[in-house]
């Protein structure tokens, strides 16, 4: 079996002087450990020879706490045969590396013990140290190693193959540092490893040792009673060397401060404490330093009971009254006899010795003494019997004793409460669990006022210790006691006791993942009980200023989690943020969101519809924060019902329509349109009417008005606004409301009035070309294509005159949430590249927006009334206007020419009104 390999550290690259490489060669609580020089170079090395040749099976190095280096590397050195032992004449194989922590994680409080797996043979063990993590505690670039321990085997006879076996392997070939994970060994003491060292006392450590060869012996001689008392000795004996490294190192720092009274006073306190127990534990004779009680072979087991006959050579028991005399009863299989039936009997025997309760363990009770002959096998009926009288036996007056490994792990507690009331908390009964928690709570409430603030803390936490493990009891008056001593501790102990916040949030954070658990317990009233105490427990004075409550509620849960406990969780966030709001509680809309996103993923729908609650309520008080963790608001994300649901809600809490009421709305608009576009149509056909001699108009004085939109078949309407003016009156009459045109009886046009109405539909209103191709459908497509005073929006795909693009862009198209007006020459400016085009000031500024043409970006555009039209046909016009050549190249109809160049409408021509046209 692997031992601990005795070795001496023979070389170093460097040493710091108060830390000495020679320290690494004995392990203690207070060994100091080696560190290298300041501002070393690096790597650096050290060679450790082993004072036997070995096979080196594991490798440990426990680092310092803050001078830590970024790895080490492992080489085994051996020495040729026929060649002297020594360090020069050694040939060393690299093994690997390990890389280590920078320690971060644990404030660099903790130190990091590496242990490595080999399989190599050697005399040697090199170490190569890289450079260090750098950190604020390690001014000077060191690194530093508190110890280093080896396990192995040693070598006693190398010729012997049986003695070292080996697993065969081709990888072994290609990776030497396989052979630590293939050839691993089965068992290797806990007593070797280095943590066992590192926090006992030295002297306990080797009464350890021998105790536990004894009881290897023990056990061999099936001494079973003496191997007993030994592992029992051992566990007490590894707690108080713990206790005694921690006094020693107490010890060691009073001589450091040179304060002597506490270093004599911890000297005295060890060594009455290490003279009582060896004292109770009889070491003396455990360790049998006068020699074995029993020199000669003796079986100290108690004496056995005669082995009782096979099931068929039992005697038959007395067949029952229908059976006839004679004939046996047939035996049937152990499974299938029935159980037997009580009946009236003389009362058995009264045992020798007391009875063994139900939980005293098997090897812990009391084995009779015979005094007379064997006593015969009891019957199979007999044997019941028993049974069922201990079953109705009264239940036992002392729980349990405690494992070992309960034992390792209440430790503290045991300390500050004592084992025997441990061991009530630690019971397979129910009732001394309950009993246990009720003792701590009368302690803790008895403890005076007057208690130092250190014990009074592990009182503190030794309790929270017990609640933790009983919030996972199943049984509800325990887990209820629970709640009860937790409840006692955070609302009157510490203030009592004046403990700090730190406290407070420890038993917070301990207990509050048991508790979170608990509120998804299949039972209806644990649940109930955690979730009424969690949310009594964040009202707490102590514990509402440490927001630890709320913080550890709305950690976000796996989709995977148990549908109860996940409803339960969001109800519990529900119910917090009610409670607490967002001022100085702990909650913020960030770790809530997160929280409630993670609920919608979750499979069950109660759970998405806490988590949209939980959302709403949020958004009412903040608004839009919460949508920067959602998905974007449009149609793909509409898709999704449960973003659909909180999109519609926050826009009845904006108050805007939703998207059905928006379609209602869009549909009663178009119908609307459908009947302006009716009435405005039936308006220009009563004008064209009136202009045949069908209808007058005011007698020739009165102007009339009409206004509608022409069917576009290239795609949509064009809205035009026709104003009529007569021959006598430069000056149209006052606009009638849309719709409404007032036609009165007059006399037959004359031959001017008829070319009036012929102007109207052949000419463009906008650029005044006249053409016989201009009926209704050829001059919407003249508008849609050629006419260039006119241009088409890129964003809504209105055409819109030139002149008012800018205002359509700013007020009227659908894209104007993102344009913003220039000061300087009163575009429109994307609002994407708004702040640089002021920035860089590169535009001209308009004296006035007339003036300033949108296409070229110039204040080019001449005064006058058709300044515009030269501006944007002429032959030195704009030069951005695209369908300016196109005006200019195209030759006069077949109408009146000349009156087609944008040099104004003729004399008798009507005067138009500007106008566009809506998206196609």
């Known amino acids: 079996m692997p031992q601990k390999i005795p070795f001496r550290l023979i070389h170093v690259s460097g040493q710091d002087d108060g830390y000495q490489a020679v320290e690494l060669n004995t392990h203690s609580p207070v060994t100091k450990g080696w560190q290298s020089t300041r501002f070393s170079l690096y790597p650096q090395d050290m060679v450790v020879q082993m004072d036997t040749r070995a096979r080196m099976r594991k490798i440990q190095i426990l680092v310092h706490q803050h001078l830590i280096p970024t790895k080490i590397e492992f080489y085994v050195g051996d020495v040729p045969d026929d060649t002297p032992i020594s360090l020069q004449n050694a040939r060393y194989t690299r093994l690997g590396y390990v890389a280590l922590s920078n320690n971060e994680k644990t404030g660099f409080k903790a130190r990091e013990l ?10 040697y063990l090199k170490l190569v140290i890289h450079k260090n993590h750098v950190n604020k505690y390690n001014v000077y670039n060191q690194v530093g190693l508190v110890a280093i321990n080896v396990i192995g085997d040693p070598v006693t006879n190398p010729l012997d193959p049986n003695g070292y076996p080996y697993v065969a392997d081709e990888r072994l070939n290609e990776d030497p540092a396989l052979r630590g994970l293939i050839n691993k060994p089965d068992y290797i003491s806990p ?49 108080v060397g713990e206790k005694l490294g921690k006094y020693e190192v107490e010890k060691r720092q009073a ?13 005295v306190q060890m060594d009455e404490y290490r003279l009582q127990v060896y004292k109770q534990l009889a070491l003396h004779d455990l360790l049998e330093i006068a020699g074995t009680r029993h020199p000669q072979v003796v079986d100290l087991e108690p004496t056995r009971l005669p082995t009782p006959p096979k099931l068929a050579e039992l005697p038959h028991t007395p067949p029952p009254p229908q059976t006839p005399p004679g004939d046996e009863q047939p035996r049937l299989p152990y499974d299938e006899r029935p159980l037997p039936a009580l009946k009236n009997r003389d009362p058995p025997p009264e045992p020798t010795s007391p009875p063994a309760s139900p939980g005293t363990p098997p090897d812990e009770q009391v084995v009779p003494a015979l005094k007379g002959p064997p006593q015969p096998v009891p019957q199979e009926e007999e044997l019941a019997v028993d049974a069922e009288d201990e079953v109705d036996a009264a239940p036992p007056s002392a729980a349990e004793s405690m494992s070992e490994k309960d034992l390792r792990e209440a430790s503290a507690v045991i300390d500050v409460f004592g084992e025997p009331l441990v061991a009530k908390a630690y019971s397979k009964n129910w009732s001394f669990r309950e009993d246990a928690l009720l003792s701590v709570l009368k302690q803790v409430q008895e403890l005076p006022d007057s208690t130092p603030r250190e014990e009074a803390r592990s009182m503190f936490r030794a309790a929270v210790f017990l609640v933790r493990r009983a919030m996972k009891d199943k049984v509800l008056a325990v887990f209820k006691a629970a709640l009860s001593l937790l409840k006692h501790l955070l609302e009157e102990f510490v203030p009592k006791h004046k403990l700090t916040k730190a406290d407070v949030s420890y038993a917070v954070e301990k207990t509050m993942p048991e508790l979170l658990l608990r509120t998804g317990d299949t039972g209806a009233r644990s649940r109930d009980e955690a979730k009424r105490f969690v949310l009594e427990m964040a009202q707490f004075q102590e514990v509402k200023p440490t927001h630890s409550v709320p913080i550890e509620c709305v950690k976000p849960f796996k989709v995977t989690v148990a549908p109860r406990l996940a ?45 949209e609650r939980i959302i709403i309520a949020l958004y009412k008080d903040v608004g839009n924060p919460v949508k920067n963790y959602l998905p ?34 869009k549909v009663a608009d178009e119908a609307k349109k459908q009947a302006e576009i009716e009435a405005l149509q039936s308006q220009l056909q009563a004008l064209k009417d009136m202009n045949k001699g069908t209808v ?197 109809g077949p109408g009146k020419p000349g009156a087609a160049k944008g040099k104004g409408p003729p004399k008798k021509s009507l005067p138009v009104a500007k106008g566009k046209t809506p998206r196609t």
């Not at 030295?202 to 592992?231: G, H, S, T």
């Not at 449009?634 to 519609?648: A, I, M, P, V, W």
């Not at 209103?765 to 849609?784: P, S």
């Not at 030269?870 to 200019?888: S, V, W």
């Open 696 to 892: 007058s108009v005011d007698d020739g004085k009165g102007a009339g008005k009409a206004g509608g939109k022409i069917p576009n078949k290239q795609g949509g309407d064009i809205n035009i606004q026709i104003t009529v003016v007569p021959k006598d009156n430069k000056k149209p009459t006052p606009r009638r409301s849309k719709g409404q045109i007032k036609l009165k009886p007059k006399p037959p046009p004359d031959e001017d009035d008829t070319s009036t109405v012929y102007n109207i539909d052949k000419t463009c209103i906008f650029c005044n070309e006249k053409n016989e191709a201009f009926t209704e459908e050829g001059l919407d497509i003249h508008y849609w294509k050629s006419c260039p005073m006119l241009r088409r929006c890129a964003h809504c795909k209105q055409v819109v005159e030139i002149a008012s693009l800018t205002d359509h862009l700013l007020s009227e198209c659908d894209a104007k949430d993102n344009f913003s007006k220039c000061p300087r020459c009163t575009e429109a400016i994307p609002k994407a590249e708004f702040d640089q085009h002021v920035k860089d000031k590169n535009c001209p500024v308009s004296p006035t927006q007339n003036k300033h043409c949108p296409l070229c970006h110039q204040n080019s555009v001449p005064e006058g009334e058709d300044g515009w039209k030269e501006h944007l046909m002429g032959k030195n016009g704009c030069k951005q206007n695209p369908r300016r050549l196109q005006a200019l190249n195209k030759q006069p």
């Open 114 to 123: 590496k242990s490595v797996h080999v399989d190599a043979m050697g005399s």
């Open 191 to 239: 007593l070797d490893d280095l943590a066992f060292d590192m926090y006992q006392d030295p002297e306990v450590a080797q009464i350890i040792r021998k105790l536990e060869r004894k009881k290897q012996e023990a056990v061999l001689q099936e001494r079973y009673d003496y191997a007993k008392k030994l592992k029992q000795a051992i566990a007490d004996l590894q707690k």
């Open 567 to 611: 409803l339960s969780r969001t109800e519990l966030v529900e119910q917090l943020y009610k409670d607490l709001g967002l001022e100085n509680s702990g909650l913020t809309v960030e770790n809530i969101m997160q929280f409630c996103l993670q609920a919608l993923q979750h499979k069950n729908g109660t759970v998405h519809e806490v988590a």
């Open 632 to 665: 974007h608001d449009d149609d793909k994300t509409r898709k999704n019902t449960l973003y659909r649901q909180l999109f519609e809600a926050f826009d009845k809490i904006d108050g805007k329509p939703t998207k059905d009421e928006l379609k209602k709305q």
């Open 255 to 267: 001589v450091e401060n040179e304060d002597y009274d506490k270093a004599k006073l911890k000297k």
